[in-house]
Each structure stands twice: as structure tokens, then as C-alpha cells.
Nanobody, 124 residues
Framework: QVQLVESGGGLVQAGGSLRLSCAAA????????MGWFRQAPGMERKFVAA????????YYSDSVKGRFTISRDNAKNTLYLQMNSLKPEDTAVYYC?????????????????WGQGTQVTVSS
């Protein structure tokens, strides 16, 4: 399995921006479709965004479309999530996930690996 480590979370005011990173190790990064999920307190973990193995296909949940951008750098084995126009309801622990089968829609299920998560808190 690929090992994943997220970073870049923190506290930001509403309307601000953050950029999350997810460093991958242990397997060939470009063999994995990648995704971001988030989990707010007391809520189930939910899909945020996904990107295909070579980065040509991007998918977003309706709640972040137009504000968040997922990208990857296969040469650096790193996944990113640029988050703009943040809202208090974006507050959650954000997880990256890897899946060996490629992604063709927003139905990014059954990842092979998860990161440990990074906290994002948006104050009003």
C-alpha cells in the first residue's frame, strides 16, 4: 500500500485560503487515483474531490465546486487541495486517499489507503 501524510491544515478566517498537501511514499504514485475527503465532528466522512492517475480528470462535490481545486504532481509524489473562499462549514478533518483503480466520476469509493488527516478550522 501507498503511505500518505497530509499537511497544511490550520485556522483561517472565513473568506480565506489554505493549501493542503498529501505526500505519498512506498508505491508508484502515478498508479493511483487520488481523492480528498473530510469529516466534521459528529458527521460521517464525505467525499470532497478526486483526480485521475495522470491528472486529466477532476471531480468535486457540489459543496466545494468553484472554490476548491485538486491537483497532483506525480514527479513529487504529492497531491494538493487549494481551498479558497473558505466557509465555517468547511471546518473538518481532511483526509487524502489513494485507490489503485482509476477514477471516472465522483464516485470515489473503497480507497486502498488513507492518510492520518489534517485539521482545517474556519472561523466566522
Amino acid at each position: 500500500q501507498v503511505q500518505l501524510v497530509e499537511s497544511g491544515g490550520g485556522l483561517v478566517q472565513a473568506g480565506g485560503s489554505l493549501r493542503l498537501s498529501c505526500a505519498a511514499a512506498g508505491r508508484t504514485f502515478s498508479n493511483y487515483a487520488m481523492g480528498w475527503f473530510r469529516q466534521a465532528p459528529g458527521m460521517e466522512r464525505k467525499f470532497v474531490a478526486a483526480i485521475s492517475r495522470l491528472g486529466g480528470r477532476l471531480y468535486y462535490s457540489d459543496s466545494v465546486k468553484g472554490r476548491f481545486t485538486i491537483s497532483r504532481d506525480n514527479a513529487k509524489n504529492t497531491l494538493y487541495l487549494q481551498m479558497n473562499s473558505l466557509k465555517p462549514e468547511d471546518t473538518a478533518v481532511y483526509y487524502c486517499a489513494a485507490r489503485s483503480s482509476d477514477v471516472y466520476n465522483a464516485n470515489f469509493r473503497e480507497p486502498d489507503s488513507w492518510g492520518q488527516g489534517t485539521q482545517v478550522t474556519v472561523s466566522s
